[in-house]
């Protein structure tokens, strides 16, 4: 795994690049992409027949192992339906990057990336996808611990990405969210997709939106993944109500997870609250957002 220096042979090239020291990242953005803007987020007949090539292939390669992480429930991993999304979101953006907060076993960081490599080609070695984890490099026992996280991943994210051919494409800020966003930031970085799959606690949800939402334009799509945890529900609640963003409502049937699994969300504008508005409690809605089908 390459870390703060570029690489030479092809092996190395699939290295996903490690950033472990901040606020200097080492990482510039990469140049705008010149694609279309699109209207709507889900499958477009193209991105679903590459998205179904890549499942295809990614069956080959991790086989049941990669089976086992779709279709066990709570595992720290995305399901095909979440990381078809994400993959679908990205395929239909108009901008080049996407962010990713929490790696563990990699399977949504490889579909971001794998959007990315289908957009650019493969001979476009910019850093496209940046994800953040604090304990990916940490051994798998309970000693590993970075704030309240507890267990490691003994790399295999960066694994599956590098054996994926996928490495090449992505960065991994090796710290807490709430130390890498503010170093993003800065950096002036932007982010069309954002995952939010890290620390699960509210207060570390919405300081993690606080962040993402700085970084993210107009139109770009935010996901929030595990929909049936209280505190991303309430988080959810919580953006929906008093920051300007829609709920996706996609397809019932190729969707099915869509509202229950994670929530996605469009942003329609720029935060325009008043300065003054501390003068009355927030609002939070009355919770139709579980409904999304
Ligand atoms: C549910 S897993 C991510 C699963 C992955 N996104 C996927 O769908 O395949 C949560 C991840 O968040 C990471 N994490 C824990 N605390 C964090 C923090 N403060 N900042 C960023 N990531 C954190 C954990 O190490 C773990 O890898």
């Not at 590459?50 to 295809?56: G, R, V």
């Not at 999304?85 to 953006?93: E, F, P, R, V």
């Not at 051919?165 to 950096?187: F, I």
């Not at 996605?264 to 325009?272: F, G, I, S, Y």
Request: contains cysteine.
């Amino acid at each position: 795994m390459a870390s703060s220096s570029s690489s030479s042979s092809s092996e190395e090239d699939n290295e996903v690049f490690i950033v472990t020291t901040w606020p200097s990242l080492g990482l510039t953005p990469p140049p705008e992409a010149p694609s279309s803007p699109s209207a709507s987020v889900g499958p477009s007949a193209a991105s679903a027949s590459a998205l179904d090539a890549f499942h295809a292939s990614a069956i080959q390669r991790f086989g049941n192992h990669y089976l086992a992480a779709h279709h066990q429930p709570n595992v720290s991993a995305a399901t095909y339906e979440t990381g078809s999304l994400l993959y679908a979101a990205l395929m239909t953006s108009k901008f080049p990057t996407s962010l990713e907060i929490g790696l563990a076993t990699g399977l949504s960081a490889m579909y971001m990336a794998q959007a990315h490599v289908d957009i650019n080609g493969g001979d476009d070695d910019s850093i496209r996808h940046i994800c953040i984890d604090p304990t990916q490099r940490l051994p798998k026992d309970e000693t590993s611990t970075v704030g309240l996280q507890r267990g490691g991943w003994d790399s295999e994210g960066l694994q599956h990405l590098e054996q994926s051919k996928l490495g090449r494409v992505v960065a991994m800020l090796e710290t807490e969210s709430h130390r890498a966003l503010p170093a993003l930031h800065e950096a002036g970085w932007t982010f069309g997709v954002v995952f939010i799959d890290g620390m699960h606690l509210y207060d570390y949800i919405l300081l993690d939106f606080f962040y993402a939402d700085l970084m993210l334009p107009v139109g770009g799509i935010l996901v929030l993944d595990d929909a049936w945890l209280p505190s991303v529900q309430d988080a959810a609640k919580f953006i929906l109500t008093n920051r300007s963003y829609e709920l996706l409502m996609l397809d019932a049937e190729r969707w099915s997870e869509h509202g229950k699994r994670y929530f996605a969300l469009r942003k329609t504008a720029n935060d325009t609250r008043m300065w003054n508005e501390h003068n009355r409690a927030f609002a939070i809605s009355d919770g139709s957002e579980n409904n999304a089908q």
